[in-house]
């Protein structure tokens, strides 16, 4: 009977060990899979359209492969309606960033910001049949009660966490524009990018193939809002 449960126990111990290998060689054999953070850049442009400076953002971005979102002031849509209609065309995003890009006029009241909105809301629509459910406020900063109202009326406010200088650096060349850029963006996974594209913003469209660039080597994916 001794002998029997010593068998049994062995026999036992056996079939473990060989269990124990078994998975052992297979735990070994299987990869380790690392998951990396996705990395992911928004090009925004504000103040345009204007006819020269967008019009070469857009043939860089064509080239490129690359879309972006455009913040539109209404009243510089007119004599560059095909401007407008281009960036629709060519799969970017059109968000509204006010009617007249004057301070006094915008934030006034709630209700000459609400017709600010509507007012420029409505050149992207009758001029592309494109109706925009963004929103960049002209200036930034935090502005409570017109918050609450672009939530009503369905927009979606677009901020930035970096900037290329072009509004911030006087007379920045192009150089300069793509090192704030980089800079600024530092080692976000998320990140949005200022820039402008009116009329006085050469600069801007010089800079844009190398910031497109640094980006693509750095393994960010190109989104728009």
Same mark, same amino acid.
């Given at each position: 009977?001794?002998?029997?449960?010593?068998?049994a126990v062995?026999?036992c111990?056996?079939?473990?060990?060989m269990?124990?290998?078994h998975l &052992?060689?297979?735990?070994?054999?299987?990869?380790?899979?690392?998951f990396?953070?996705?990395?992911?850049?928004?090009?925004?442009?504000d103040?345009?359209?204007?006819t020269?400076?967008t019009?070469?953002?857009?043939?860089?971005?064509k080239e490129?492969?690359?879309?972006?979102?455009?913040?539109?002031?209404?009243?510089? =849509?007119y004599g560059?309606?095909?401007?407008?209609?281009?960036i629709?065309?060519e799969?970017?995003?059109?968000?509204?960033?006010?009617? &007249?890009h004057?301070y006094?006029?915008?934030?006034?009241?709630?209700?000459a910001?609400?017709?600010?909105?509507?007012?420029?809301?409505g050149?992207i629509?009758?001029?592309?049949?494109?109706?925009p459910?963004?929103?960049?406020?002209?200036g930034?900063?935090?502005?409570p009660s017109?918050e609450s109202?672009?939530?009503?009326?369905?927009?979606e406010?677009?901020?930035?966490?970096?900037?290329?200088g072009?509004?911030?650096i006087?007379h920045?060349?192009?150089?300069t524009l793509?090192k704030?850029?980089i &800079?600024t963006a530092?080692e976000?996974?998320?990140v949005?990018?200022?820039?402008?594209?009116?009329?006085?913003?050469a600069?801007?469209a010089?800079?844009?193939?190398?910031i497109?660039?640094?980006?693509?080597?750095?393994?960010?994916?190109?989104? =728009?809002f």
């Open positions: 009977m001794q002998k029997r449960w010593v068998t062995i026999f111990l056996a079939v473990i060990l269990l124990a290998a &052992s060689g297979r735990n070994m054999a299987t990869p380790a899979f690392t990396a953070e996705e990395k992911e850049i928004y090009l925004t442009f103040d345009g359209p204007s020269k400076v019009g070469r953002i857009l043939d860089t971005l490129k492969g690359v879309k972006a979102t455009f913040f539109i002031v209404g009243d510089r =849509v560059r309606e095909e401007v407008l209609r281009r629709v065309a799969g970017h995003t059109v968000g509204v960033h006010s009617a &007249s004057r006094d006029v915008i934030y006034g009241s709630d209700e910001f609400r017709k600010d909105v509507t007012a420029c809301a050149v629509e009758r001029c592309t049949g494109v109706f459910h963004v929103y960049r406020f002209p930034g900063g935090r502005h017109k109202i672009l939530k009503d009326l369905g927009y406010i677009v901020w930035w966490n970096a900037v290329c072009d509004e911030e006087p920045a060349d192009a150089e793509v704030t850029a &800079s530092g976000k996974a998320r949005v990018l200022l820039l402008h594209d009116s009329a006085y913003r600069a801007t010089d800079a844009l193939p190398d497109i660039d640094h980006f693509l080597e750095n393994h960010y994916t190109f989104k =728009v």
